[in-house]
């Protein structure tokens, strides 16, 4: 093992990987632990196109793309009150399918090989028990080796990244998501009988029911193995008289839509299961460690964000360690970003998933006679779904967000097309704007008038902030910036910063505009109802706020 490790990554999954190959990229000695001798199966088979981009980046693409894994060309849903089934296609990419459904046992064994080219220092068959607190600036694990030693290893930094089976529930506070997510997952491999005709299906098929949800995903180029799952409430796991293949089988015989798929297969090996519910640690990372993967949060089996995001966030992670350990004095900062980005996901994948069981629980089957979605909807389909927005409402909020993002790329910003990513990046930014919503009526209670008192809203603070790293960056940038309280950062102009200086702790609106016009003369806010609009604007965005001057310096909620 490398001597004085820099950081040690506890688990050797996606997100540990990840984060290892970009410590190593960026000449860190980092060793990565792996309780198991070799990679094993485990649920996570199903890649978007996102996260296929995310594998390719770790290296090892050559050996991925000839794993014989099953390309995967789109997603099918037959969903409760949907017009069915209708499906998301997506599109080549540079002549190669955009994404996979990957064996996992085959899958991770390339991403460890990856992970040492890159310079890692993999160690398998070492189980962490424990992760210690730091002390004197160094941070410790105890470990078992191989040969059933009982080791301690220390490094100035450790990431948990032992996924939902690592003990990090009982270290970290851990908070369980909404009962609408409490779910247990049970599913197999069906192997097809020799002779029978392949299955060309080269999508993934996703049913939604209201009693419970299926997957069915081929898992190889040959068509000879798929997964098929079942997510269900956790309390139906429980039932006594139940017991888990028999669930299993009965929810698989109930879907019309399976049984030419597994006609000529056979149940290969025991149905497995697990808990599938979502829940969050309460804190993501801290002095001396970080929680990446599935040992930060999880939220859903279906969505199949997870490898994505254990990639994602996995790099981000690297991204973290590689700032901190050139410059302690960021740290603060730094764990705050990651501490927000991580939750900022997790929020947001438990609103989509949420609207994707709310849909298949409150409709009671596909819809007939409802006119068909169209091939080429099929993406505006599944955003109204996963959105919980009808079509007519999505189509205005789709067309604000674009009309923005085009202005922003008119702007010198990327361009934009409505590709999966963008998809995604729109929910994010509505629901974000939902809860910036929230948050101003929470707040602001009066209009904006001469003897209101505007001051910095609660949380909101000007300094020296860090910033996710431009594309193909290793480390995190910072500039001066102001910031609000749900973590969101804006490059600090000089009207910005003048504005702060005079807000003090609050004045009267007449009072601010005066002061601010002597600081910042240049900037046409001479204008008064110009100058309001853009304090308006700003307390849309969480950064300012104001009360009635009789109502004292205390804003009423
Ligand atoms: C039922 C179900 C279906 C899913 N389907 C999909 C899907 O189709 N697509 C998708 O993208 N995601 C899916 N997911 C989610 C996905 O499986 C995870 O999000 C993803 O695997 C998380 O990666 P990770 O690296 O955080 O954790 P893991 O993949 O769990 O890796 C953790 C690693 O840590 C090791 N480890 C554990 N304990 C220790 C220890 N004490 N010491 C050292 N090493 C340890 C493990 O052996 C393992 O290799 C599904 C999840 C469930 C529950």
Not at 128 to 147: C, D, H, N, R
Not at 180 to 189: I, R, S, V
Not at 215 to 226: I, K
Not at 353 to 360: P, R
């Amino acid at each position: 093992m490398i001597h004085e490790p820099e950081v040690i990554v506890a688990g050797g999954g996606p997100a540990g990987i990840a984060c290892a190959v970009a410590l190593a990229r960026g000449d860190r000695r980092v060793v990565l632990l792996e309780a198991e001798l070799a990679a094993r199966d485990h649920v996570g088979e199903s890649l978007s196109p996102t996260a296929w981009q995310a594998v390719l980046r770790l290296g090892a693409a050559a050996a991925m793309r000839g794993a014989g894994f099953c390309p995967k060309l789109g997603a099918t849903f037959s969903w409760s009150g949907q017009a069915s089934p209708w499906t998301v296609s997506y599109p080549m990419v540079d002549d190669q399918p955009p994404a996979y459904q990957a064996r996992r046992a085959k899958f991770d064994a390339i991403l460890l090989t990856a992970a040492s080219a890159a310079g890692a220092d993999v160690q398998l068959g070492w189980r962490v028990e424990q992760i210690l607190p730091p002390s004197s600036g160094t941070a410790s694990v105890l470990a078992t080796s191989p040969y059933g030693e009982s080791v301690r290893l220390a490094a100035p930094w450790v990431v948990d990244a032992r996924g939902r089976s690592g003990p990090n529930q009982s270290r970290h506070a851990y908070r369980t998501g909404p009962a609408e997510l409490d779910h247990a997952a049970l599913w197999g491999f069906w192997r097809r009988r020799t002779g029978s005709p392949p299955d060309s299906r080269r999508t993934s098929l996703l049913i939604g029911r209201p009693e419970h949800c299926l997957w069915y995903y081929p898992l190889d180029e040959m068509a000879s193995l798929a997964s098929v799952g079942v997510v269900i409430s956790a309390q139906a796991d429980d039932d006594p008289v139940g017991g888990a293949e028999k669930l299993y089988r009965a929810a698989v015989a109930s879907c019309p839509e399976l049984m030419p798929l597994l006609s000529g297969t056979v149940l290969e090996g025991p149905v497995r299961s697990c808990a599938a519910n979502a829940g969050a640690c309460e804190q993501m990372a801290g002095d001396g460690w970080f929680l990446v993967g599935d040992a930060a949060f999880f939220v859903d089996p279906l969505l199949t964000p997870g490898v994505q995001l254990a990639i994602e966030h996995g790099t981000l992670a690297a991204a973290c360690l590689l700032t901190l350990l050139n410059r302690r004095e960021d740290r603060a900062s730094v764990l705050e970003l990651y501490d927000q980005v991580i939750r900022r996901d997790y929020e947001t994948y438990v609103r989509l998933s949420s609207n994707l069981y709310h849909a298949a629980r409150t409709s009671a089957g596909p819809v007939p006679g409802q006119a068909q979605v169209p091939p080429a909807d099929g993406q505006f389909a599944f955003l109204s779904l996963i959105s919980g927005l009808p079509r007519s409402e999505l189509a205005a909020r789709l067309g604000e967000y674009m009309s923005l993002r085009n202005a922003v790329a008119e702007r010198g910003g990327a361009a934009v097309a409505l590709g999966e990513k963008e998809g995604f990046s729109f929910l994010r930014w509505l629901f974000h704007k939902d809860r910036l919503i929230a948050e101003r009526s929470a707040r602001i209670v009066s209009r904006l008038a001469d003897d209101c008192v505007l001051r910095p809203a609660v949380g909101a603070a000007i300094g020296h902030e860090a910033f996710l790293p431009a594309d193909g960056g290793q480390v995190l940038t910072f500039q001066p910036a102001v910031r609000n309280r749900l973590g969101d950062r804006f490059a600090a102009t000089p009207e910005l910063a003048a504005l702060f200086a005079v807000l003090g702790e609050g004045r009267p609106l007449a009072e601010i505009r005066r002061l601010f016009r002597q600081k910042a003369p240049d900037t046409g806010a001479g204008c008064s109802s110009a100058f309001d609009a853009w304090i308006e604007l700003l307390a849309d965005h969480a950064l300012v706020e104001w009360a009635l001057a009789r109502e004292g310096d205390v804003c009423v909620a």
